[in-house]
């Protein structure tokens, strides 16, 4: 599977995103609610990560990095909320997206070093963007990548100028992505396959926080099985 993020002007994005909703309950504070009890559970099993060995550590790590992934949707939902509504500020600056993909790279390294996968950064690019939100879009990328990619193949994080634009690429080895997948970035009219399980949230997200930095992500198959997610 492959990512690329490529940047150029664009004029301002519309968001019409529909989050489920519970009368009388805000989406936030039902985040907050269930983040909670999550980080308690994630602080006790890296606790007993640390303090045992073999198989019960191997199976307490696991547990840790699916509950991280857990916390990145529950922020995706809040977050996609926010932006529907126009609450969540966009602070656009120059800047190194090397420096932006380290960060990235450190927040997914416990899911990477669980499948035995080497995340390699070549090249940089400066381009305008929200440090933040461009660290977790590159997230959500590297996640589906580690995800769904095969154990103990690296996945290549390539950062080119092309042009008036920077480019980002995620490539792995992995499957190719699900039509229900390109149907969530307007590939397909209609898909006949869902999406994978957890990918569809992080795409939604991810597609969002890519327009509300003038960027565009896109999925496009590839030959041998893998697809291609670039932002123009």
Known sequence: MRFELRFRSRPPIRYDVVVFAIPNLPVSRLVHDLLNPIASVKANLEFIAQSVSGEVREAAVEAAVELCRAERMLRDIQDLDRLARGELPI????????????????EVAPAAAARGVKIELRGDARAPCDI???RRLIVNLLSIALRYGPERVPIDLTIEVEGDRARITVLDRG????QGERAILGGDEAASAPPRPGAALGLAFSEIAARAQNALLQVEAREGGSATIIVI
């Not at 602070?91 to 450190?106: F, H, R």
């Not at 499957?175 to 699900?178: E, I, L, T």
């Open 91 to 106: 602070y656009l600056a120059s800047a190194s997206l090397a420096e932006v993909a380290k960060g990235a790279i450190l």
């Open 132 to 134: 933040g939100l461009m």
């Open 175 to 178: 499957p190719a992505v699900a």
